[in-house]
Nanobody
Framework: QVQLVESGGGLVQAGGSLGLSCGAS????????MGWYRQAPGKQRELVAA???????NYADSVKGRFTISRDNVKRTVYLQMNSLKPEDTAIYYC????????????????WGQGTQVTVSS
C-alpha cells in the first residue's frame, strides 16, 4: 500500500519561511519523480515543484527563487523549503509520486498525499 504523508504546514506571516516534508512508503522511492502541488480555494491545482530520480528539478514561475525542492532517498522523504512567502502562496499543498517524470508536465501522478494547509497572512 502506497502512502505519502505530508507534514510541516501551518500559518506564517508574509515574508516568512516554512518547510514541508513528505515521507513515502510502499514505492521504490529512489525511482520515483516526486512533486509538490498546491490548490487554493476556487483555483485549479498547480504544480509547484518536481524533482526527478536523478534530482533534476523544475519549478513553477511563481515560486522560482523562493522555493527549493530536495529529496533524501535514504529517508524516503521529499522536502519543500518555502521562503519569502506571499499571501498568494496560501493553499493546500500535496505531495505526489510517479515513476513517469513526464506526468508532472500537465498529467496526474499516480500517488498523492492527503495534503497540508499553508496559510500566509498579510
Amino acid at each position: 500500500q502506497v502512502q505519502l504523508v505530508e507534514s510541516g504546514g501551518g500559518l506564517v506571516q508574509a515574508g516568512g519561511s516554512l518547510g514541508l516534508s513528505c515521507g513515502a512508503s510502499g514505492i521504490i522511492f529512489s525511482l520515483n519523480t516526486m512533486g509538490w502541488y498546491r490548490q487554493a480555494p476556487g483555483k485549479q491545482r498547480e504544480l509547484v515543484a518536481a524533482i526527478t530520480s536523478s534530482s533534476s528539478t523544475n519549478y513553477a514561475d511563481s515560486v522560482k527563487g523562493r522555493f527549493t525542492i530536495s529529496r533524501d532517498n535514504v529517508k524516503r522523504t521529499v522536502y519543500l523549503q518555502m521562503n519569502s512567502l506571499k499571501p498568494e502562496d496560501t493553499a493546500i499543498y500535496y505531495c505526489a509520486a510517479d515513476v513517469r517524470s513526464q506526468v508532472f508536465q500537465g498529467g496526474s501522478p499516480a500517488y498523492w498525499g492527503q495534503g497540508t494547509q499553508v496559510t500566509v497572512s498579510s
